[in-house]
């Protein structure tokens, strides 16, 4: 957003200006081709608010760019899942083997991206170490005091996020709280993930006390205030007490003293509902994403946590809604883009029909050259939430960067991890029940009503600890598709293996017409394509008429027809036979996870080759 850039570029400026060693800050690429330790033994860097600020500003960039969260951490370390499928198609060692769960420790889209992340660690230990040093953290004028209060307390945050990152991905990895300095020991080994964790909840506690909150923070930008530590704190908390893969032996496991951590996260998500005039619910799903492709920011503050991204370069832009989001083909009006993520078809039909939150999350179409809205095969439907037709303004050609800000934090997570961890607690109580519907009534026009009677139509219910348990996993399912979180849910909840044998189960169904997918039908219509969008013309739950043929003035596509022998295989292991009705398929382990196999440690990724030789005392993952 241009605040934040704004607020970029007059720091840069600022440090600049300061004297002769802010020269070597003057722009932020020159900054960000520094040696670390040239910020590390510069103390007239370390000397001005000015210069504390540009390396502040320095340890958020790795952030973004193309090997974190402007594609490769935010779009395909997460899939494939249960809601979404990665590029399709079979191993190729890059992108698809991380989706395939095939993926080798020479991997170049693991390489690089854990190597952003240390260096995003590197970047903030440098400023952790030497802001507290600073004269003027103690001694200066009130506002500078608070100036480097607030900027220590955003480096600590940033140093846990690109932990916690590392840990979620990787499980055990090394770690060190201290810059590197000339002759040390890089011999780092791996260090427990549980240790890990709760070093970075201490240091995010510490973080809460130093940064300010949101309506006292000035100019709204992408800078981190006191809501969204607390509730980076909170989801932390809780995957220091979930489930996990053993490293070495590739089994799920849970530490004993799990519901402290659980305690932890409800205290910090019971704050943040105690101070709605910083964060609260947007009134309208579709607009919290809405301002993301629009570039600019929402009202209620939802969005809590998000990576700026800027520059429309592989360093610091954003790939979101090029990448994945519908496909665009040559539109001179939005451009082209890849639609390279699409749905696993039973995440379309988990939501109800007059779930609002289904046509943001989930788009049935593409816009070819004619600039209308198309309908597209079942097998072909993509994510949604990221989308180059609603750039504001259009930007036509090829141009892969459209800059969208990566939400790494909502509100609405907060509500529902309160949810979560009052039902651990105490049961589904009232307040557990409110904080999930308030959630799902937005999706329903803001009828708690018409949430509670369609969550009991779908098979749910409130009453007890495991039925709320079960309603609150789907809730998040719905919720927070595409947005890097359900993988990670269901590892933490020990769930993974059996959502993808029963997302897997399900797209077998769907295709024999088997219940409860009896009725959707084999065949979609639409009108001829115009400008007013793509009109389907039957409802997505009713069986295809006889005969299947198009009616007057509509074009017919696949839908469960689209579900053939060879798509229902690919999500088998490749080599793996299947046969529907009287074709048999071979497949080339092409689809959704079809070489996950529960046990095998696939969970993690495997922790980088080359720091593995260059490394002896570090241990590479089970199963790698």
Known sequence: MKSFHAFRRTALLAAALAGPAGI?????????DLEATALNTTEYTFSTVAGATAAVIGAYDPLSGDQAYGTRVSMYYPYDSDELIGSAGPND?????????????????????????????????????????????????????AALHRLHGEALTLRAQYLFELVRNWGNVPVQYTPSVSGQDFNLPNVDRNETLTRLLADLLEAEK???????????????????????????????????????????????????????????????????????????????FKSINELRPEAAHEIMFEV??????????????????????????????????????????????TDTRRDITITTFNIPSTNFQTGVNLNSVTDGKFRRNWHIPPVPGTVNYLDYNWPILRFADVLLMFAETENELNGPTAAAQDALLEVRARAFGGSRAKATSTLAQGGFSLGGKADFFKALTNERYLEFGSEAIRKYDLIRWNLFATKISEVKANIEKMAKG???????????????????????????????????????????????QALTAQYVADTKPAGTTYTLGSTTATSNGAGLAAEYVPGRGKELLPIPQSTISSDPALVQNFGY
């Open 514 to 560: 088997e219940a409860p997918y009896q009725n959707v039908p084999l065949y979609m219509y639409y009108r001829t394509p115009s400008a007013a969008g793509i009109q389907w013309v039957r409802s997505f739950y009713r069986p295809s008429p006889t005969p299947n043929t198009a009616p007057a003035g509509t074009v017919r596509v696949n839908w469960r």
């Open 93 to 145: 060692g890059a992108r698809r083997g991380i989706a395939r769960y095939t993926a080798l420790p020479n991997n170049t889209e693991i390489t690089n991206p854990w190597n952003q992340l240390y260096q995003g660690v590197e970047r903030s230990n440098i400023c952790i170490e030497q802001i507290p040093r600073m004269a003027l953290y103690t001694n200066g004028s009130a506002a500078d005091t």
């Open 210 to 288: 130093l940064v300010p909150w949101r309506s006292r923070a000035g100019l709204t930008n992408e800078r981190i205030t006191k809501g969204a530590v607390k509730g980076l704190r909170a989801r932390i908390a809780l995957f220091r007490g979930g489930y996990y893969p053993n490293s070495a032996t590739g089994q799920m496991e849970r530490a004993p003293d799990y519901l402290d951590y659980y305690r932890m996260a409800r205290q910090e998500c019971a704050d943040l509902l105690a101070n709605r005039a910083e964060h609260s619910l947007n009134s309208s799903f579709e607009e919290t």
């Open 308 to 353: 700026g991204m800027a520059t429309a370069t592989n360093q610091s832009g954003s790939k979101l809604g090029y990448y994945n989001g519908p496909r665009l083909n040559a539109s001179p009006i939005y451009g082209s883009t890849q639609g390279a993520v699409t749905i696993a078809p039973p995440y379309f039909y988990a939501f109800d029909s």
């Open 24 to 32: 070597m800050l003057s722009s932020c690429s020159d900054f960000l």
